[in-house]
């Protein structure tokens, strides 16, 4: 009778232990894989929720850059970790979709990762060097042809979305170019300025800023409307090339097998942060437009990173994107 008394109070108390266990998640900082260069658009997506999401939580968000090849080493890190919630891979339609079509990974997308939410996305901007005589896109895409071989596009490396996108420009042009991979759009972005490479098909996010500030010169957006933080800059379909229509979608994962009640307090703080005026400000400056409440849900960034991988996959390994 006293053996069962012992072995009853220690269910009590481990069942006790686990919920305070539960209770006290997040007990330290919480870390968030960039696995880009600091200063690209991933990066700046980062860095905007890791504050609300600090409050919301009442642990530190560090945001960590993991770079290379492409962003899957990072996102590899996050696959690989202890899953207790502690590391996040956040990451967009490249990372998280078309890596998978044109590396060898050593991990699954869809079954080693946990969906937490869907973040906003991005359209892709075509922009150039000021030194570049082309004032609009159809003369652009005269220019590169009148050039052919000696223009230069930067990328993130092969297979990120500014490799991605440059292909599929090449495609619906008809044009050539050299591609320049770089860590990370942010220094590809840096030499652009510098008037080191000739152009970037890059996130809207990550170029308006110098646009408005004339270090770069923009053509187009690849979406189907003018960006309200940029309306003076015309739609592809208005330039001339309807068929150059892509955007870059966001989401947060946590690793694998990582509990629902944990994925759940995640997904809660960054939809706190969503509707946060000052942060949706942020994001529509930046042209990101941040998804309805009710795809703001882990099953919704589940059913919608298994669309994308279907629908792309087939697409990449048409163009033969090859590793650099």
């Given at each position: 009778?006293?053996?069962?008394?012992?072995?009853?109070?220690?269910?009590?108390?481990?069942?006790?232990?686990?919920?305070?266990?539960?209770?006290?998640?997040?007990?330290?900082?919480?870390?968030?894989?960039?696995?880009?260069?600091?200063?690209?658009?991933?990066?700046?997506?980062?860095?905007?929720?890791?504050?609300?999401?600090?409050?919301?939580?009442?642990?530190?968000?560090?945001?960590?850059?993991?770079?290379?090849?492409?962003?899957?080493?990072?996102?590899?890190?996050?696959?690989?970790?202890?899953?207790?919630?502690?590391?996040?891979?956040?990451?967009?339609?490249?990372?998280?979709?078309?890596?998978?079509?044109?590396?060898?990974?050593?991990?699954?997308?869809?079954?080693?990762?946990?969906?937490?939410?869907?973040?906003?996305?991005?359209?892709?901007?075509?922009?150039?060097?000021?030194?570049?005589?082309?004032?609009?896109?159809?003369e652009f895409v005269g220019w590169i042809k009148a050039n052919e071989g000696k223009?230069?596009?930067?990328?993130?490396?092969?297979?990120?979305?500014?490799?991605?996108?440059?292909?599929?420009?090449?495609?619906?042009?008809?044009?050539?170019?050299?591609?320049?991979?770089?860590?990370?759009?942010?220094?590809?972005?840096?030499?652009?300025?510098?008037?080191?490479?000739?152009?970037?098909?890059?996130?809207?996010?990550?170029?308006?800023?110098?646009?408005?500030?004339?270090?770069?010169?923009?053509?187009?957006?690849?979406?189907?409307?003018?960006?309200?933080?940029?309306?003076?800059?015309?739609?592809?379909?208005?330039?001339?090339?309807?068929?150059?229509?892509?955007?870059?979608?966001?989401?947060?994962?946590?690793?694998?097998?990582?509990?629902?009640?944990?994925?759940?307090?995640?997904?809660?703080?960054?939809?706190?942060?969503?509707?946060?005026?000052?942060?949706?400000?942020?994001?529509?400056?930046?042209?990101?437009?941040?998804?309805?409440?009710?795809?703001?849900?882990?099953?919704?960034?589940?059913?919608?990173?298994?669309?994308?991988?279907?629908?792309?996959?087939?697409?990449?390994?048409?163009?033969?994107?090859?590793?650099?």
């Amino acid at each position: 009778m006293r053996l069962l008394r012992i072995a009853a109070a220690c269910a009590l108390l481990l069942a006790a232990t686990t919920v305070a266990s539960a209770q006290a998640y997040p007990s330290r900082p919480i870390t968030m894989v960039v696995p880009f260069a600091a200063g690209g658009p991933v990066d700046t997506v980062a860095r905007i929720l890791s504050e609300p999401m600090r409050a919301s939580l009442g642990q530190s968000i560090i945001v960590d850059n993991v770079t290379g090849a492409a962003g899957s080493i990072g996102v590899g890190r996050v696959a690989r970790a202890a899953p207790d919630g502690y590391t996040l891979s956040i990451g967009h339609w490249s990372t998280h979709v078309v890596n998978g079509a044109i590396y060898p990974l050593p991990y699954d997308l869809l079954r080693d990762l946990e969906p937490i939410v869907l973040l906003p996305s991005n359209p892709m901007i075509v922009v150039s060097k000021t030194a570049v005589p082309a004032k609009d896109l159809n003369e652009f895409v005269g220019w590169i042809k009148a050039n052919e071989g000696k223009v230069s596009a930067g990328t993130a490396g092969a297979g990120s979305a500014t490799h991605v996108a440059g292909v599929y420009f090449q495609n619906v042009t008809g044009t050539r170019f050299q591609f320049v991979p770089y860590r990370g759009t942010g220094p590809a972005l840096q030499d652009l300025v510098a008037g080191q490479i000739d152009f970037i098909v890059d996130q809207a996010s990550n170029s308006l800023q110098h646009v408005r500030d004339g270090k770069i010169r923009a053509y187009a957006v690849t979406a189907n409307a003018r960006l309200p933080s940029a309306p003076d800059i015309p739609t592809v379909a208005e330039a001339g090339l309807p068929a150059l229509d892509i955007s870059v979608w966001y989401g947060l994962w946590a690793p694998k097998g990582t509990p629902k009640d944990i994925i759940a307090k995640l997904n809660g703080a960054v939809v706190q942060a969503l509707s946060d005026p000052t942060v949706r400000q942020r994001f529509g400056e930046l042209g990101l437009d941040i998804p309805p409440r009710e795809r703001q849900t882990p099953d919704a960034l589940a059913a919608y990173h298994k669309a994308e991988i279907e629908k792309w996959w087939p697409v990449i390994k048409g163009a033969n994107i090859k590793i650099e």
